[in-house]
């Protein structure tokens, strides 16, 4: 296998060329090689060699690179010829000359595209979580053609405008010399293949429409606005691509009870003004069910009480957050008459004035 040629060598420079002289290298040997000028059969392959040469050369860093690893006599030394080089800088099938050294590379396969979905769970479903079902509608993979778009018993063909590449080329002249360009093949969309008998069942495209019910299991400790992926579940590829992911956008709906801060809930508890005068043991409904709430004796109407570990699971780890009852004392209004003697027995037992009085003011602490 000989080695490749070095690309000082392809433009007939010095290896201590200057830009200048490596630019005029190239617009002199591009004119001679170029197609529509050479009569030489090799000709087209010389004006590719001579391009991709520049394309590096012309490059500071590139350059430095190519003298650093891919001269002919370093680490460089082993490429198979110029097209391995061109690969090493532009990747496999980047330079544009590769003809068929680059055809089928792109394929026609490719990945399926996402599908989004919108899932609404309830206050409770969104705390611990839940298994839930949804009809989508997507793309599958044609079970007349398996998928490649041609009629049982044939097969996708070179498309005859590229040759199987997926691209097409053109040379332009420019103030910077002839500029070779590749645009996606219009004919074959940049896929390199051909459908000359489409399956009956897809049309061609090698995909159908059908409704699908998936699965979901919702984690505990999900939240409004929150997204779950379900891999493998959105449209399916094309030509044998991977299918897309399926994408749940979390909707949870709010609860009367409970105001929730992160992984903590906030709650709000109506007590009478004798249970925050003499205290009392009250039973409230958490999200776990019946909760035992300790009144202490006096307590103040605002008073914050946390319980510990009754808030929301946390999200694909151990532990909870916590839930705090913030105490609402609440004034009665309606008194039987034997009620009011009885208030009004306290009020002169405690010396509280009913008639207008000196009230004090105090800074409130937050």
């Known amino acids: 296998m000989a080695a490749a040629r070095d690309l000082y060598e392809v433009l007939g420079v010095s290896r201590d060329a200057s830009p200048d002289e490596i630019r005029r290298a190239y617009r002199r040997l591009a004119r001679e090689h170029h197609p529509d000028v050479s009569a030489d059969p090799a000709g087209e392959e010389r004006f590719k060699e001579v391009v991709g040469a520049y394309e590096i050369l012309s490059d500071p860093a590139k350059r430095q690179q190519y003298d650093a690893f891919g001269n002919a006599g370093g680490p460089g030394a082993g490429f198979a010829d110029v097209q391995d080089i061109f690969d090493l800088f532009f990747g496999a099938g980047g330079f544009p000359g590769g003809g068929q050294r680059r055809r089928g590379t792109r394929g026609r396969a490719r990945r399926g595209d996402d599908l989004g979905v919108r ?11 839940a298994r839930r079902e949804l009809d989508i509608d997507r793309l599958v993979v044609c079970e007349t053609c398996g998928g490649n778009g041609a009629a049982p018993g044939t097969a996708p063909v070179a498309c005859g405008t590229c040759g199987g590449v997926g691209e097409v080329q053109s040379v332009r002249r420019s103030v910077f010399g002839t500029v070779m360009t590749a645009a996606a093949c219009s004919t074959c969309g940049g896929t390199g293949t051909q459908i000359l008998d489409p399956c009956e069942t897809c049309g061609g495209r ?15 400790g999900v939240a409004d606005g929150m997204e779950l992926r379900v891999a493998g579940n959105g449209h399916a590829g094309v030509a044998g691509g991977p299918a897309g992911d399926l994408f749940a956008s979390l909707s949870v709906e709010p609860s009367a009870e409970f105001d929730r801060r992160g992984q903590d809930l906030h709650t709000v508890l109506d007590i009478t003004m004798t249970q925050a005068a003499l205290g009392a043991d009250v039973t409230v409904t958490g999200a776990d069910g019946p909760e035992r709430i300790r009144v202490d004796p006096g307590t ?26 913030t105490l609402h004392v609440v004034t009665a209004r309606e008194l039987s008459n034997e009620q009011r003697a009885l208030l009004e027995q306290l009020a002169e037992m405690r010396g509280e004035e009913r008639g207008p009085t000196q009230g004090r003011l105090r800074r409130p602490e937050f």
Do not use: C, W
């Open 300 to 325: 103040e109407s605002g008073t914050v009480l946390r319980v510990k570990g009754k808030g929301v699971p946390n999200l694909n780890r151990r532990g909870r957050g916590d839930l705090y009852v």
């Open 119 to 129: 899932l609404t769970l309830s206050f409770t479903e969104a705390m611990f979580g």
């Open 206 to 220: 090698g995909r159908r429409r059908e409704p699908a019910t998936v699965a979901i299991d919702v984690p505990a």
